[in-house]
């Protein structure tokens, strides 16, 4: 069975963060992986050293002989990297011998499901800073070194401006921005001597942190050094606030830093911030120019996991016609839909989205209307313009798909961030195209009654 043709798609089922879509992420890591997937003579050795319960080897020599043969011959269908995606919509979907396909699962699940999960915390962080710029600022905290570097780039992705991460900016080519430790403080005998050093070591990048011992304290000194700086021809950047009540201590800084001369210096801010403690900053009136957002964003603070899943739709049968497959639950929200599928993504006349219909690509994906998913009304998009999100990737194992630049894929993530900031949620249409679900629903009673 190993060769038969099958279908396999990459979704999740529930948005994460209790919101009401994600942006997809990771795509070019995927992309990365496939072309080089091969079993090395190593790989190989290992396997056949394995051994089953009764102590015996435990693949056949045959099959790894066919794996240090294999070459990937998938086709790849994807969601493109700063998408806008929803439960359930395949963000990847694979069609080839039913071996390769099963055996890319976990390696595709991992590499999707982080960077989209990250990409998504990111775009809610910017947005709820509202045009501020927003700094990454969690490799320290963030699950390993491989694990830190995937959060920079998704989280560029999802919209932040830059990290402290100097080895994701190195490979990836995002700017990287930060600022000194309280350590480099602690360690002169005076704050002033601290931040007069600093500034000569870095005259161009200098943002002093002030709340190693009082932080108004540190204001006034970091100005005493902006004004030495100044008449050396440098300017200073600003000042970095990471503790205390960040909104009564950003209105006195600014306060200060305006009635000095210091009007340009921006006020960054840090300690465990979120979406959530942004707006609540914002709404008391902080004077924050620049959010560096650490721990709560590397590690997707408040979700551990997006939940992605990769379930098997169509079979081809000996005859060369697919056969529909689907994953039944006792939970309605675990029932797989069937089918190769794509998703269709409807606009009005201002490019603005009205609806997704998931269709079955073998059933055609002209016919415009769907069952909506929370009402079960048929709502029809006739003579409405769309697109089809799943786009080719690979074909035959060859990739016929190049990914973008980073700052591309960010300003591409921003503008369908932009796309949708309006939408109603409540009565954005979403669901299944007609044909589709009556195929599933036919399928789940076949099953059920089997």
Not at 9 to 18: E, I, M, S, V
Not at 86 to 104: D, N
Not at 105 to 134: C, M, P, W, Y
Not at 379 to 401: C, H, M, T
Request: aromatic share 8%.
């Amino acid at each position: 069975m190993h060769d038969r043709e099958v279908v396999f798609h990459l979704f999740y089922r529930k948005n994460p963060f209790d919101g009401h879509y994600a942006v997809a992420a990771g795509l070019a890591l995927v992309i990365d992986y496939l072309k080089n997937l091969r079993f090395s003579v190593q790989d190989i050795q290992y396997l056949g050293s394995l051994k089953g319960a009764d102590n015996k080897a435990l693949f056949d020599e045959s099959f790894l002989n066919y794996l240090q043969r294999m070459e990937f011959s998938c086709d790849i269908d994807a969601v493109e990297e700063g998408q806008i995606v929803g439960a359930h919509q395949p963000l990847v979907r694979v069609k080839g011998p039913w071996l390769q396909a099963q055996l890319i699962e976990t390696a595709l699940l991992n590499l999707i499901n982080f960077s989209t999960l990250i990409a998504t915390k990111a775009a809610r962080i910017t947005q709820a800073a509202e045009g501020d710029t927003v700094l990454e600022f969690g490799m320290r905290r963030a699950q390993g070194i491989d694990g830190s570097i995937t959060a920079t780039r998704s989280a560029y992705i999802g919209g932040c401006h830059g990290t402290s991460n100097v080895m994701a900016g190195r490979l990836y080519g995002i700017p990287i921005k930060g600022t000194h430790a309280h350590s480099w403080v602690m360690g002169f005998d005076s704050e002033i001597e601290a931040f007069k050093s600093y500034a000569e070591a870095l005259p161009n990048n200098c943002i002093f942190l002030v709340d190693t011992y009082d932080t108004i304290q540190g204001v006034k000194n970091a100005i005493k050094l902006g004004a030495q700086l100044r008449s050396t021809g440098h300017e200073m950047i600003g000042i970095r606030l990471d503790s205390g009540d960040l909104a009564a201590l950003s209105q006195k800084t600014r306060k200060l830093l305006n009635a000095t001369g210091f009007k340009k210096a921006v006020i960054v801010a840090s300690n465990d911030l979120d979406e959530y403690k942004v707006r609540e900053l914002k709404a008391q009136g902080a004077q924050i120019d620049v959010w560096g957002i650490g721990t709560r964003l590397a590690t997707a603070y408040d979700q551990a996991a997006l939940g992605g899943v990769y379930k098997l739709s169509a079979i081809k049968d000996r005859r060369g016609s697919w056969q529909y497959k689907i994953k039944l639950s006792e939970e309605m929200i675990k029932i797989s839909n069937p089918g190769i599928l794509q998703t269709r993504r409807f606009y009005d006349e201002e490019n603005i989205p009205v609806g997704d219909m998931i269709v079955n690509m073998a059933e055609g994906t002209q016919k415009a209307s769907l069952i909506d998913q929370n009402t079960n009304k048929v709502i029809n998009f006739e003579g409405k313009a769309s697109e089809l999100l799943l786009k080719p990737v690979f074909r035959q194992g060859k990739q016929v798909y190049e990914s973008p630049a980073i700052a591309d894929i960010r300003a591409f993530s921003l503008d369908r961030q932009r796309a949708f900031s309006n939408i109603d949620w409540d009565h954005y249409p979403s669901g299944l195209q007609e044909e589709l679900f009556a195929t599933k629903k036919s399928l789940i009673e076949q099953n059920r009654t089997e």
